[in-house]
């Protein structure tokens, strides 16, 4: 078993544990801690870098359907629910450190913020694509019922937020000049910002390993599967 | 077999006046879209204490939430009459055009939905003594269904062929008609305001997009959905 084990793979474990023990060190070391919030703030540099991954998994789960319906290659299908596994997973991530980021700047766990709307919508449209796999045993129209159901969810996503920006809003917009109006924005001195920097760059690496463990384990299983049907016949 | 030119329009019409044919006879579709958004409306009344002063915000958010759960009910049925009786196979044996049946599926939706409307608003007209009979919240209404059937026929084919198909459909199609529905409430507010329509431009605008993406998305992907 050990044999088959990728070594690239082996490499990306590596490195990708590597940046996380430097990304860590850099919030608490590195990054000075904010004047106004205090350590609180550091939760913005794992929580930006979370939903981040979040929105990437999305995004590799709609490509991959788009590449499902034009190939029918069920490699798609196994890249398209790793995508969305790991995407609901950072986004909860990212729901929950915005939270403990809020409960001392807002003064409130939750609020109904476009962003923080928007985000937990996108987390209820693929707890949706898990249940419509889920009702469904031919893996061939699984397959192609959850290709289509990413690409229509995803779609949606802008315009939800679109939908509900037409009220005001307090999120703070840290990168491309922060709304005065918002609670809890502040400037990012070079090394907060580096901090950041890295800390989105880790967790894209971070993604890339799950993405390859999980879609090697989905084929894995595929492979399960099949030998338990031979074994059948 | 090739569809010959023209068929696309007439396979099309074929399937809704099939579908409007049935439910004249049966009327068991639009009937209990009305009973349940009846019922909706009446929950609604003792739930929010509809007094004058609360109407004056909530009303469009009641026809809307309305209009949404009635709309499953009929979504659901439309869908399940062709899957248990084995229509749906018979129409995808028929030599025409997979996004024909499609659009008929989907036009025949957005008439009972229509209908449905038709019979709510002079009702809630009546129950409230206020004037609905108004041409701006007639576009509102017809933009909001187009898109909410859009979406529903596509979801709603999907549903059906699988296990949990009861409870799947309205999962798989709220968090996906959010932004179209919100768009609603808001723009049947202004309008109910008595303000003009350019005042709810952004949230018609809004409207417009959606539908017309999604009419091309599921003119695009129903193909995949029906195929065996």
Redesign the interface.
């Known amino acids: 078993m050990k044999r088959n084990y990728p070594r690239g793979l082996i490499i990306l474990n590596l490195v990708t544990i590597g940046l996380l023990l430097v990304a860590t060190l850099m919030v608490f070391l590195y990054a000075p801690v904010e004047a106004v919030m205090g350590m609180v703030q550091k939760v913005f540099y794992f929580h930006v870098a979370s939903t981040w991954t979040g929105m990437l998994g999305f995004l590799v789960a709609a490509v991959s359907g788009i590449l499902y319906?034009r190939s029918k290659d069920s490699k798609w299908d196994v890249v398209g629910l790793a995508g969305v596994e790991i995407g609901m997973f950072f986004t909860l991530i990212g729901i929950i450190t915005g939270s403990i980021w809020a409960r001392p700047i807002w003064n409130t766990w939750w609020t109904w913020d476009p962003r923080l709307t928007t985000t937990t919508?996108m987390e209820?449209?693929y707890?949706?694509y898990l249940?419509?796999r889920?009702?469904?045993?031919e893996p061939e129209?699984r397959a192609?019922?959850g290709?289509?159901?990413a690409?229509?969810?995803f779609?949606?996503v802008p315009?939800?937020f679109?939908?509900?920006r037409?009220f005001r809003t307090i999120h703070p917009v840290i990168i491309g000049g922060s709304d005065p109006s918002s609670t809890g924005a502040f400037d990012m001195t070079p090394a907060m910002l580096q901090t950041f920097i890295f800390s989105l760059l880790t967790y894209t690496f971070v993604f890339a390993t799950l993405l390859w463990h999980r879609v090697r384990l989905g084929k894995l299983a595929e492979k399960v599967e099949q030998l338990k049907l031979a074994l059948n016949d | 077999m090739k569809p010959r030119k023209g068929s696309f329009v007439r396979s099309m019409l074929a399937i809704i006046w099939k579908d409007l044919a049935a439910e004249l006879r049966s009327r068991e579709l639009v009937s209990a879209m009305l009973v349940f958004a009846l019922l909706v409306i009446f929950i609604f009344n003792f739930a929010l204490e509809l007094d004058a002063q609360a109407r004056a915000t909530v009303t469009a958010g009641v026809l809307w939430v309305t209009f949404t759960f009635a709309g499953t009910i009929g979504l659901n049925r439309s869908m399940a009459v062709e899957k248990d009786r084995g229509c749906l196979d018979g129409l995808l044996l028929a030599p025409v055009d997979r996004s024909a049946i499609y659009f008929g599926k989907m036009l025949s939706n957005l008439a009972f939905m229509l209908m449905m409307a038709v019979i709510i608003l002079p009702v809630y007209s009546l129950f409230y003594n206020v004037n609905l009979f108004n041409p701006a919240l007639v576009l509102v209404i017809f933009l909001g269904s187009l898109g909410y059937v859009t979406v529903g026929t596509l979801l709603s084919s999907m549903a059906v062929q699988a296990r949990t198909r009861d409870i799947l459909l309205p999962i798989l199609l709220f968090p996906v008609v959010l932004p179209l529905v919100v768009a609603a409430v808001k723009a049947s507010t202004v309008v109910l305001a008595g303000q003009p329509l350019g005042d709810a431009l952004a949230y018609l605008n809004l409207m417009i997009v959606y539908d017309v993406i999604f009419i091309a998305v599921a003119f695009m992907v129903f193909d995949f959905v029906v195929e065996e």
């Open positions: 319906l919508i209820l449209i707890a949706a249940m419509l889920q009702g469904i045993e129209k192609r019922f290709a289509v159901y690409i229509v969810g779609i949606t315009m939800t679109l939908s509900i037409f």
